[in-house]
């Protein structure tokens, strides 16, 4: 007997068992899926590591030899692997189906969206073995085949596959229902996708299909608008893209596939917008509404075709001087050859609009980049700034322009319109005459400015205004001659606002009325305050406003202001800047004469920056003429400053005024101004601006008075 047999048994021998044992779980840990052998006792006697891996059961299930049927039915049953109910339940049910195998097949989803192909098959001498092979990533390819009909035949946009002749190999029903032409019918043809009859001549609907396909051929895809042919013969407009379909290993194409719409409708309603579109009866220019509506053509347009554009808006600088000076017939003929030279500097396809007043708009589709947009701005720039001639009159304006992108700076036609106008004003900010790009800088100070307009509106009333003063001293004597009142914001919550981030908001909102008001009031009432309390009589400066000139109730608000505080109108003296009194001047000399007969003083500020008549000059009931702080500011190096202030100093004596520099700050320049003749002297070098606590401090122990 050999010693592979069993001698008492006569059946094959231990080592033999253990050989064959050995040989069936190699076979089954090479086999690619999950394998299990059960017997007819429900005990696992074979597996492969795939089962365990595949299936997930822990090592520990495995430590003390093969589990039972019934051990691994209940670890997936508490996992929740067979779904909800009862784990005994689901475990009786399952222990019970496997006492009468059968042959068969299932899909399984696991817990963890894995997805098992279940096979099993009755052995012969009792049990069963079952394989799982995992296909996970083959139902993910059928649902996505499935989803790709889907979207295949339930398409609004025809659908067309086209082998590398350009024929036809399968349509979905979007294609029949658009051309009328049926898939059969279609299938083996070759598609024309441009703009002909066949014979390759394109139409004013697009390039021919020769164009196209040797696009595609050079590029792989090309998309755009071109003309189609139902089978009735009657041509439609279509948008059109055709991309290769290549290989995934070879990367070769392989097939085309084309989609397209049939746009007769938006067409249409192109067409009906741009009937009824309004238009701008003066210059024939789109009228805001129009604008809106193309504005939110050209961005759907560039956001579906993947392109840019820019929004531009113009402000003529100072275009009310012209119309205010010289009329508006003069000023609407001036507007008509803005909007002509603008129709002309752009393309057809461009948008030209006038909002209303001097403000333009201009949308530039199809843009490369901001590159382009500078170098129509430019162009813009030069053409609407030569000299115009009205009823042979020349005049002269210049734009000031505004820019946004699309996407870049927004994507939402509004916003775009928006930002363009907070681009034009700091166009204007920044010396106008110029063009400026949109930044998220700007979109914070705008913000930032409507936050503080907000805030300024009711702040006199609440009281949060204060008034500092800086003093004004003799050049010669020394000693103290006055104070100029100047006003300082303290808000509750964000302290001390410095004044250029306010005074200008004030201005162009119309608050600084309400502001000049009460500083009028306040410098009268401190000037009095300090009077009673003993000290020195002091002349008191306070700044008037363009605004503020512009009221016909100025002067008895001055009178009213005076006469609540009990203060001599000598003591008070009104700063008007030079620029503000030159805009009419006829009408400042009423005014200051107005003011002048009630006693006060008069001061013109800033001399030297605006355009001063000297034959208005002479008429002005002045006292004092105040020399800009920027002719003093390098009056010690710079022979011109010097000079300018010479002539201000002797033209000021001539006419009966006294003169005083403002913004000095250093020994060499009070030595220069008093060599000069200038007779007051104000500026950092001798104080900055204080509180009226340390005036007062001041006048009792530091500054001397005549």
Known sequence: MTANTDVATGGPSTDEVAQRAAMLQTILDNIPCAVSLVDNEQQLVACNEEFKRLLDFPPELFTCGLPSLETLFRYNAARGEYGPGDPDEVVANLLARTLQPAPHSFERRRHDGTVLLVQGQPLPQGGFVTTYTDIT???????????????FE????????????????????????????????AQGTCFRPGSDDGEGEGDAGGPDSCTV???????????????????????????LMINGVR??????????????????ARKRAEADIQHLAYHDTLTGLANRFSLTARLQLSVAEARRNGQRLAVMFLDLDRFKHINDSLGHPVGDELLKQVARRLRDAVRETDTVARLGGDEFVVVLQGIGGAHDVTHVAAKLLARLSAPY???????????????SLFPDDSADPAALMRNADTAMYHAKAAGRAKFQFYTDEMNRAATARLDIERKLRGAAARGEFELWYQPQFDSRQGHLTGLEALVRWRHPEDGLIAPPRFIPLAEETGVIVEIGTWVLREACRQARQWLDA???QLRISVNLSVRQLREKCLVETVSAAL?????????????????????????????????KDLGVRIAIDDFGTGHSSLSYLKLFPLDHLKIDRSFV?????????????????????????????????????????????????????????????????????????A
């Open 534 to 536: 003993g000290l020195p």
């Open 389 to 403: 001639c009205v009823d042979t009159t020349e005049l002269h304006t210049t734009p000031s322009i505004g820019i």
């Open 633 to 705: 500011s390098d009056i010690e190096h710079d022979a011109n400053d010097a000079m300018i202030v010479a002539a201000a100093v002797s033209l000021a004596h001539n006419l009966g005024l006294s003169v005083i520099a403002e913004g000095v700050e250093s020994a060499v320049q009070v030595a220069r101004l008093r060599e000069l003749g200038c007779d007051e002297l104000q500026g950092f070098h001798f104080s900055r601006p204080v509180t009226a606590d340390v005036v007062e401090n001041s006048l009792r122990t530091v500054w001397r008075t």
């Open 213 to 239: 396909w040797a696009i595609v051929g050079a590029h792989g895809s090309w998309s755009g608008e071109t003309t189609g042919m139902r089978c009735d013969g009657q041509r439609y407009p279509r948008t």
């Open 247 to 264: 290989d995934p290993e070879t990367r070769e194409i392989t097939h085309f596939i084309a989609i397209f719409s049939d746009i007769t």
């Open 137 to 151: 990533a083959r139902k993910r390819d059928e649902e996505r085949l499935q989803l790709a009909d889907k979207v």
């Open 563 to 595: 006469a609540a505080s009990d203060l001599r109108p000598g003591l008070l003296e009104l700063e008007i800047t030079e620029s503000a009194v030159m805009d009419n001047p006829d009408e400042a000399v009423a005014l200051l004469q107005a003011l």
């Open 154 to 185: 339930n398409s609004p946009e025809a659908i067309v596959i086209t082998d590398l002749g350009h024929r036809i190999v399968s349509v979905n029903p979007a294609y029949t229902a658009i051309t009328g032409v049926a898939a059969a019918a």
